[in-house]
């Protein structure tokens, strides 16, 4: 389910995927609401392109470090490929 930074306090968390897309987007909102995995997402920058790199907007989604196993698992189930830690 979709909750506030509030809802998270202090903690620090999961990065779980970044969606380029508004279609792809709202298509995770409701994967992880079905899943029942709550979950914060804002819009930030990131860098796309390969001959022209620019700088755009996506939809960031983050998850408690408790519910990232799970969640990443739910992504892939769907056919999404979770953000890739390093």
Known sequence: MRRGPEHFGEQELSLV???KRLHDALRIEGILTSAG???LVEPDRYSGGIIFRAERVGAFFYV???AETAAREVLRTAGFTP???E
């Open 17 to 19: 995927y970044i969606a």
């Open 37 to 39: 995995v709550d979950f």
């Open 64 to 66: 408690a470090p408790e």
């Open 83 to 85: 953000y890739a830690t």
